[in-house]
């Protein structure tokens, strides 16, 4: 190939698209995969004029392979996840080479003979484990193709193949809804200097608040923007308030602009309203520290420092999210559940914001009484109206959540912050439930006359 790209230059124009072409089909296995991709990262070494091409390509099937295998693994049984998993832990602890992939896939093609004598739910869950270790193998070599390029990240060279990665991003990646792991390339490699992270931050906030994009493209750039804030190790305490103040400033428009219209929380009408709370309060539950003024403080402070504090918090940060949160949107009512309950017990540690009283009043009203009949963006359509509260809900779909593919983890892990309780929160979680539990024996009296308030709603 080499030779004949020598001999007629303007043949490389016709490569590019029989490369894609012939690109292995999802269903082929893992060897056939890594042994093409390969040759391809070989042939745009002497081929450079087709390396945007081969890449973006690359990117494409990647995402369409990474789909297939989340919708796999949502669509299965626990036990027959429970199995993948176990069998992927059991094949990582040596790293396999070629020799072995070989062996590998000739294993492949001889279990393949044998099918009729498996147990389908073994077979399913071994058809399964494949399609996460050739996700996972396709993914460390891309890791290992890009890592030396961007050893300069400020570099002319690493700019240019980061725009790369971002163009991949605007037209690849972010109109996938289901993507769980391609999109950990822009994760790892935005955060190689302060230069790239304003980049991706920036190129984040120009789609969420451009309002000529579709709604479902603004929700999924403010997902990723939010779940880049929270979980980037080396993204700085500047950005986080950047980022914070411009969702702030957005919601404050919204609010002013359509509040007095507003009956009451309604998804379907006020979608990116909601996704934009929920992204700050997501990006609260990770980076308070850096949205507090003063003192400093860090993760591995005495306990002693979170307790009974009373701290000074940035400008506008506690103004954002109180105007926000008691507004006639309710957002709390909107937002995924589980994000909400651990936002009130870190703000209530914090002394940050008390909204325990607003969620109980909540729990008294029905989402579906202000829905449409028709759903939009990313609430779940069920194609049944009022029939469960979940369906008038946000999703808890934040794009960077852990990165689970086992062979290629190592690649982000200095990367990316873990969860991490607060100190004290435990005990004090165990006194608030002490709490909860008096309080509902006081309130059996009223029981009838909580049932009538949704009547009251109205």
């Known amino acids: 190939m080499k030779y004949i790209l020598h001999l007629i230059p303007s043949a490389s124009r016709s490569l590019a698209p029989l490369l894609s072409v012939k690109f ?14 390969k040759n391809l990262l070989r042939l745009i070494e002497y081929a450079p004029e087709i390396t945007p091409d081969v890449l973006s390509f690359t990117t494409d099937r990647l995402v369409k392979i990474d789909v297939q295998m989340q ?9 027959i996840v429970a199995a993948v ?7 990582t602890t ?5 020799a ?3 062996m590998s896939d000739e294993s492949d093609i001889d279990s393949d003979s044998s099918d009729d004598d498996t147990p389908i739910q073994t077979r399913r869950a071994r058809q399964l484990q494949e399609r996460v270790e050739k996700m996972d193998a396709i993914l460390d070599l891309l890791f290992t193709y890009y890592e030396p390029r961007f050893s300069a990240p400020d570099s002319l060279s690493a700019r240019s193949l980061f725009d790369s990665l971002i163009q991949h991003f605007k037209t690849i990646i972010i109109p996938t809804y289901s993507s769980r792991h391609t999109q950990f390339l822009l994760f790892h490699y935005a955060q190689k200097s302060s230069f790239m992270i304003d980049r991706f931050a920036g190129t984040c906030i120009e789609m969420a608040f451009d309002k000529t994009r579709p709604a479902v493209l603004q929700q999924s750039a403010a997902a990723y923007l939010a779940s880049f804030v929270a979980r980037g190790k080396h993204v700085g305490p500047d950005v986080v308030r950047t980022v914070f103040d411009a969702f702030g400033g957005f919601l404050e428009k919204q609010r002013r602009r359509d509040e007095a219209q507003c009956r009451g929380p309604n998804l379907q009408r006020y979608t990116s309203y909601y996704t934009m709370t929920q992204a ?3 990006i609260f539950c990770f980076r308070w520290r850096d949205l507090i003024d003063s003192p400093e403080l860090s993760e591995e402070d005495d306990p002693i420092a979170f307790i009974n ?3 000074n918090w940035a400008p506008g940060v506690k103004e954002a999210l109180t105007s926000a949160i008691y507004s006639k949107f309710n957002p709390l009512k909107v937002c995924c559940p589980p994000i909400v309950s651990e936002f009130a017990k870190i703000a209530r540690h914090l002394r940050f914001m008390y909204i325990y009283p607003l969620l109980e009043k909540n729990e008294r009203i029905r989402l579906s009484q202000f829905a449409g009949s028709h759903a939009s963006g990313r609430i779940r359509d069920s194609g049944v109206s009022g029939r469960s509260e ?6 808890a779909q934040f794009p960077f959540d852990p990165y689970q593919l086992p062979f290629s983890k190592h690649w982000v892990e200095s990367d990316y912050v873990e969860w991490q309780g607060i100190p004290g929160l435990e005990e004090e979680d165990d006194e608030s439930e002490e709490e909860v539990i008096s309080e509902e024996e006081m309130d059996t009296d009223d029981e009838e006359n909580t049932a009538t308030d949704d009547e009251n709603y109205e």
């Open 85 to 91: 998993i176990h069998g992927m832990s059991s094949n």
């Open 390 to 395: 979940s369906w008038h809900q946000l999703d």
């Open 71 to 79: 919708n796999d693994l949502d669509d299965e049984e626990d036990d």
């Open 280 to 282: 700050l309060i997501y």
């Open 94 to 98: 040596n790293r396999q080479n070629e």
């Open 309 to 311: 504090q009373d701290f």
């Open 100 to 102: 072995e992939d070989e």
């Open 24 to 37: 292995p089909s999802d269903d082929d296995n893992k060897i056939t995969h890594i042994t093409y991709i």
